[in-house]
């Protein structure tokens, strides 16, 4: 037998049972953010190497290990320009709004987005290489006001699927000037212990830092627990800003708790950051992967890009963990309203013109393509779980009418062979 080519590790094939519950997810999302006043863009999934470097930062893991980069010539060549999957999609979203021109003085939009995302992760439960995220952006709003109104907006998202214990955690990163402090203070106290924390961390310790607060490791963690936390060092605004988006939620009714440590993986946060985590336990739920919606701050990230000076905030939801979840509650795909068993070239016909019509009155009708016996075609009536049956053979045909039967009871009622008279019965 030829050997079969399978699917990159970590990129899922979704049959017809899991974008049955994808759907309805994708669909609350546009939903939700269009009532938020959000537009949809879309973006390409290949962006140059350097908006990643650049935007996400080069010391974080999605970008020095995580991403699928080569390089994009003229047609026929290697050579060129470093391009890679992207592997989120705020930087790739800010990037087309300073291109086309959308954060002139004074503007503020609203945008959202949903597609794949590619990351060369260690592929576990809840963590794939090709994900999806639907993401949402403010650009032009400093205020707290948007902090919380995003939030809401995430949060009204995830309530209306009903996925079960979700929390909301928060933080503030503080902003260029009083994060610096706290930084040097953590690196001096991680410092004294040094030889305790992993060898990823030892090296974060010169790279990336805050990173270190976030790793597994439980000796780590040990250690992260007696290092400092930035609430004590942020700086007045950033402070008041914190207190006054706190206060905003505790006004529209959002729950949350204060977390010091979350500090996310992404370089470009500024002030206020947050993770939505799934407390769903056992079988159905998310393990370690359990953050579904995470997002943040970030005003410097718009200039950096060599836009305006211009404040965001913004946040994304992993659809693929949100599928899992919803999977524990997934139900049947309803079948068929009416499945059509003909008998006889004639009749064969019949059914088709008949289902044509039917379809066409948006009526979802079924057939057994394969043709067979009537005993068989019933079967496969039985197995699709079609409502209704339809039997047309010679008599039918010469007399017009047939017999239309309900499965769940068995109930018959004699109907003519006519596209609307079937419609209004079924
Ligand atoms: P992130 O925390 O890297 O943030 O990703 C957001 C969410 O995407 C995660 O909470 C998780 O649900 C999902 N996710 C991330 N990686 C994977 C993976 N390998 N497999 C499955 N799901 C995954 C961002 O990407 C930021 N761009 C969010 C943001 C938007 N901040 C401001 N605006």
Known sequence: MTEKITAVKGMNDLLPD??????????????????????????????????????????????????????DGATGTRAGTLVSLRPEGTAPAVRAAIEHN?????????????????????QQRGRYRQFFQVGAEIYGAATPQADAELIDAAQAFLSRLDLGAITLELNSLGDSDCRPRYVAALIDALKERAGDLCPECQRRLETNPLRVLDCKNAQCQAVCASAPTIDSFLCDPCRDHFARVRQLLDAIGIAYTVNPRIVRGLDYYTRTVFEFVSHETGEGGLGSQSTVCAGGRYDGLIQSLGGPATPAVGFAAGLDRLALLAARRAQAIPGPELFIAPMGEAAILKALQLAAALRRRGVFVDQDLRGGGLKSQLRRADKVGARFTLVIGDSELDSGKAALKRMADGETREISLDADAIAAAL
């Open 18 to 71: 899991a974008t049955a519950l994808w759907r309805p997810i994708e669909t609350c999302a546009r939903e939700t953010l269009t009532s938020f006043g959000f537009g949809e863009v879309r973006t390409p999934i290949l962006e140059k190497t350097a908006l990643f470097v650049r935007g996400v930062g080069e010391a974080t893991d999605i970008v020095g290990k995580e991403m699928y980069t080569f390089e």
């Open 102 to 122: 959308q954060l002139a003085q004074g503007a503020l939009v609203r945008w959202f987005y949903l597609g794949p995302m590619f990351r060369r992760e260690r």
